[in-house]
């Protein structure tokens, strides 16, 4: 098939190298012309694994091309993807400038029938406003249909989520786009569960709600079990196990960040709010996800007493392990908020120190993660990167003023820690 995607960013990038993989012709287009001119060149603008190879093999079997002339992409396709940003405006709500702003872009440029497919997350009704706005910009007698298709892919693991997903979502209203959909994602074998369009964009919302709210849901556990000495890591796996709870998305830690939950959020509270149903749950999870920062700043001081002029080691920057994207990272606001109390930083992340040299200042970025411990007063680990997993913690002891180890993440034993002469500190564990 010929497929277009319009936004060439973590979504849209895998997309279409994923669709060019499964033999399709593909398009990749933005409106970010520094970005398209370092694709056609072979660099991409970020780090996820298998990207590279995934892109350099389809545009050599000639199935991958890049363009910032959406009109060509649009011209060339019969399929197309809207894989822009949708980020949270002050209030909350979604900022669907970009989406607005594809759509008409498409509606003037469409020679004949076209699928335009949501991609993006988006908040329930936009696909009628996409509807609207290419009506009334198309030419006179030129079909098309709208879709939804919202994407559940994971950064990081973001190329075998798309080729393997645990389930397809297809929003539609005509035979034919169900048709063109199904038959795209036919090679995947994966269970496609087709709906209106309404229905899809919810799914997106739902899905993610339902995840931050496990988080939280743990999180907050985590602070009982600070408070009577229970563990959480413990809890989580007795809860786990119960089929009907799962184990997954049960990890104590830091708070939930990212370029997703935060945003789907807080675009799922604000329409909610819109549509008359005060969702006070999900209010309660952001609120619990905020609390959780805090927490953790609490138990630094807790163990530093005096942050001002203390200098603290910051073990990962993005926001999850095996990307470089520091949207919405908990790090960021930790550190800042160290900053803001005197503490000195020095930080290492295997990926996303580039990125965060653009948002951060007063900051010593170090080259490995011993450069980061070397004469700090402790060690703050944020991202459970492997890396830090595989590490010489005896050596990191010897470069270490105060041997004082804090996880965000609980990524470590605490006896091991402790039987290598570390003062451990976890989050809700005993
Ligand atoms: P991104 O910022 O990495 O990429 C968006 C791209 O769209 C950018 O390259 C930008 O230049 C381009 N763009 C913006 N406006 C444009 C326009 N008018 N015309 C052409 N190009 C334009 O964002 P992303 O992380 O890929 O997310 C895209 C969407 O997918 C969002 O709605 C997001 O919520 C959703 N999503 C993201 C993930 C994820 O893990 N990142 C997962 C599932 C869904």
């Known amino acids: 098939m010929k497929i277009s995607i319009i936004g060439s960013g973590y979504v849209g990038l895998v997309t279409g190298a994923c669709f060019a993989e499964l033999g399709n012709t593909v398009i990749c287009a933005d409106n970010d012309a520094k970005k398209i001119t370092n694709l056609k060149k072979g660099i991409s603008p ?5 990207l590279d190879e995934l892109i350099t093999h389809n545009v050599k079997a000639k199935r991958l091309t890049f ?7 649009v011209k060339n396709s019969e399929i197309i993807f809207i894989a822009v940003g949708t980020p949270s405006q002050e209030t909350g709500e979604a900022d669907l400038t970009g989406i607005e702003n594809v759509a008409r872009n498409i509606a003037i440029n469409m020679p004949g029938y076209r699928l335009i497919v949501e991609k993006s997350t988006v908040p329930v009704e936009t696909g009628e406003w996409v509807k609207h706005t ?11 249909d709208v879709a939804s298709n919202p994407e559940f892919l ?18 539609v209203e005509s035979k034919q786009a169900r048709d063109l ?17 309404k229905s899809a964009e919810l799914i997106k919302h739902a899905s993610n709600a339902f995840l931050a709210t496990k988080i939280s849901f743990i999180n907050a556990i985590s602070q009982i079990c600070d408070k009577v000495g229970a563990d959480v890591m413990e809890v989580a796996q007795g809860m786990g196990l119960d089929k009907r709870v799962g184990r997954s998305f049960l990890d104590a830690g830091i708070g939930y960040g990212g370029s997703c939950f935060p945003k789907d959020l807080d675009a799922f509270i604000h329409i909610s709010d819109k549509i008359g149903y005060d969702f006070c749950l999900l209010k309660e999870v952001r609120n619990i996800n905020e609390g959780q920062k805090k927490f953790i700043l609490k138990k630094i001081k807790e163990v530093l007493w005096i942050i001002k002029d203390k200098t603290i080691g910051v073990w990962g920057l993005s926001f999850k392990p095996n990307t470089d994207d520091i949207r919405n990272a908990p790090a960021i606001d930790l550190i800042k908020a160290l900053q803001s109390e ?3 930083i020095k930080v290492y992340d295997p990926q996303a120190m580039e990125k965060a040299k653009k948002v951060l200042s007063g900051v010593t970025f170090c080259k490995d993660p011993y450069e980061a411990s070397k004469g700090s007063d402790c060690l703050l680990l944020v991202t459970e990167w492997d890396e830090f997993k595989e590490i010489d913690l005896l050596k990191v002891k010897k470069l270490l003023k105060r041997p004082l180890l804090i996880d965000g993440r609980n990524m ?10 570390f003062t451990y500190v976890g989050i809700g564990r005993k």
């Open 154 to 171: 994971r950064e990081g693991s973001a190329i075998s989520d798309f080729l393997r997903p645990d389930r397809i979502v297809i929003g």
């Open 134 to 144: 290419i009506s009334t910009y198309v030419r006179p007698k030129i079909k098309f």
């Open 67 to 73: 363009t910032s002339k959406i009109k060509d992409a």
């Open 412 to 421: 470590y034993e605490p006896e091991k820690l402790e039987k290598a002469g």
């Open 46 to 50: 970020i780090f996820e694994p298998g």
């Open 181 to 197: 959909l199904v038959a795209l994602y036919k090679p995947l074998n994966a269970p496609i569960v087709v709906t209106n369009i």
């Open 342 to 344: 005197g503490a000195k």
